[in-house]
């Protein structure tokens, strides 16, 4: 194992842990933004190291970017030549972490499926071919091919290659048998990146898919923890299930997990579903949905959603909420962002989006500093 | 005069002054970046008040607000209900600078007589009326009344209300019968404002029109000199005209300005309109350019204009220029910037934008530490 992982507090099923991978500490659970396409929307990577603009004690020391999105455009050997994503988008002094691929890869198939035409994804036993959204081309992902495009990035944790099945107009068997394909592709990435595991600088989770399946999560947890040299990934969550739905599956499938390893729930990213999974034992989320929101004109606030268009905010010269201390909080009230969101001015994204991150990072902040303080 | 205004250093009519106003010391000649509806679009203010961003030594310690915009949204009452400008924008330790509103109104009557239709704007001897570009409704704006506005909103500096005539099918006589009407407001708004002016926080500029006829602006500077009290504008230059015909009327205007007040050439933000006016005697500047071609993909250059969307810029590893030290010099390659206009992503405004301000100031600095150490 090479991130060096050590307990700090352990309640029931809750954790405080902390790491250390290439020089740089973090405490879990935390939460990651997205940089999508090399930038997290709308802000500057020094606000995110910033406690000034976060209003917590601790900068970001984690982010998400995605595979496919750089892989496509500008691509890796391109961000290879730059020096890769650390020194291309200034993330020199934290962590980056990549997804698989697969999700974007994924959402074109559901497209696929679902308006007809010539298949733009095909599922192979040792492949995934599919076509470019911006021109059309054919690409694939393999179960080494994606380690080496994460290589070249300059990925300090990695995902291997997965299949995320449909969840309609699907019957259980191919399910399993898609999940089958996942587990023999976990095991290809083990082994291609094993020789090479010493020397690199980063580390590889395999990532534990099946929707409400909790009889396929269980054998899919246990066959893929075989693979979880440093972490594992659970995802298909929080996408059109019920809450309860979820926190059953989680229930059901975090006991099968290694227990000393990080447990990152993909795409997780509402104060109440990070609540309830930090309690189950998760340790890391990303999300896209607070910069999304943002730029939506939409704020977390600590009684639900804070929509800033509208008009009860005209004359609202309170802050957008007391809780929090981030940059927006402090410095602009409500009056003010909903004239920039009438007005449809950039810097509203930005400012809401901020917030919003600033809002989780310090929700999860409070919450280890109540653990390890109790 | 308000302005406390003192010379360092004079070289034939070029001068490097400092003046303080409500505790905050300028020096000029300095740029303003322009801030239209309450936000200079795409920036925290924060980052223009932080030599960190912006490779400098100095913050921006004035900036430019449109009154026409904020009058009309989200209302001068509204913003001074929120306490002012200064405290609703985040902007409470830097000056605030209002322009007249007249050339939002000209625009309208620009688009009036082009495209025909009903008259939008009415120009009347002792006010202007015109409609909202929102929804129509019908305004006025008088002498008296824009100081009002101004001075609701909380602005520092501001500005008189003129008439910026037309360029073409305009006779000359048209043109003299609306200087005569600019005279006569700026006697009515100096009336107006004279006994309020010792206890109030602001100061009001007089605009000095009339595009190329030089005599005009000759009779109208000598006329308009006697309002300004603390300083005076000129306008309706870096339009249409060819760069020597901007110099041959700076150079016929200016000597029959005030000497000992702060001269602010309205519009003008290229680099090289700059160097070429501040040796004419000029002191203020402000323009929406940087801004404006920050948002379109360009940079401000030592070789001209870098457009940031060009196919040579994919692989190109260097800084955005050598010689600026702002964020986006220091953390950000052409590569960098060149994906992100490629891919739509809203961070390059923000970045650019930034860079073309710094880089007037920094221009500016450098040109004022110069001329002191010389």
Redesign the interface.
């Known amino acids: 194992m090479k991130l060096d992982f050590r307990i700090l507090k352990q309640q029931w099923n809750a954790r405080v842990w902390e790491f250390l991978l290439n020089g740089v500490t973090v405490q879990t659970p935390c939460f990651m933004p997205v940089g999508t396409?090399?930038?997290v929307?709308?802000?500057?990577l020094?606000m995110l190291r910033d406690p000034k603009y976060l209003g917590t004690q601790s900068p970001f020391k984690l982010i998400l970017w995605n595979t496919y999105h750089l892989y496509l455009?500008?691509g890796e050997q391109?961000i290879k030549?730059?020096?890769g994503l650390h020194k291309?988008?200034?993330r020199e002094d934290g962590l980056i972490l990549t997804d698989s691929g697969w999700f974007q890869v994924f959402s074109l198939w559901l497209w696929d499926k679902t308006k007809g035409g010539k298949s733009l994804v095909k599922l192979m036993d040792h492949w995934v071919e599919f076509r470019s959204i911006h021109d059309g081309s054919k690409h694939m992902f393999t179960p080494s091919g994606v380690v080496d495009i994460q290589t070249d990035l300059g990925s300090d944790i990695m995902m291997m290659l997965d299949v995320c099945s449909p969840v309609d107009n699907i019957t259980k068997d191919e399910v399993a048998r898609q999940m089958s394909i996942t587990h023999k592709w976990a095991q290809q990435a083990y082994e291609y990146f094993k020789p090479r595991y010493e020397d690199a600088r980063w580390v590889l989770f395999p990532i534990v898919q099946w929707w409400l399946y909790d009889d396929l999560r269980a054998l899919s947890a246990q066959t893929l923890g075989a693979y979880a040299t440093d972490g594992i990934a659970i995802w298909w969550l929080s996408v059109w299930e019920t809450k309860s739905e979820m926190k059953r599956v989680l229930e059901n499938t975090l006991p099968h997990l290694p227990k000393d390893k990080p447990r990152y729930l993909m795409g997780v990213g509402t104060p109440e579903d990070i609540e309830m999974a930090i309690w189950q034992g998760v340790d890391m989320f990303d999300c896209v949905l607070p910069t999304r929101l943002g730029r939506h004109g939409t704020a977390f606030g600590p009684h639900w959603q804070i929509k800033l268009s509208n008009a009860q905010y005209?004359?609202d010269?309170s802050s957008l909420t007391d809780t929090c201390q981030c940059?927006t909080c402090t410095?602009?009230?409500r009056?003010?962002l909903h004239?920039?969101v009438?007005?449809n001015?950039?810097?509203w994204?930005?400012?809401l989006s901020l917030h919003n991150i600033a809002y989780l990072h310090k929700q999860l902040e409070d919450w280890r500093n109540n653990m390890l303080a109790s």
Do not use: V
Not at 41 to 44: F, H, I, N, S, V
């Open positions: 396409k090399a930038t929307k709308g802000l500057l020094d455009r500008p391109l030549k730059a020096g291309f988008m200034h005209r004359e010269f940059h410095h602009y009230t009056a003010y004239h920039l009438r007005e001015e950039m810097l994204g930005t400012l």
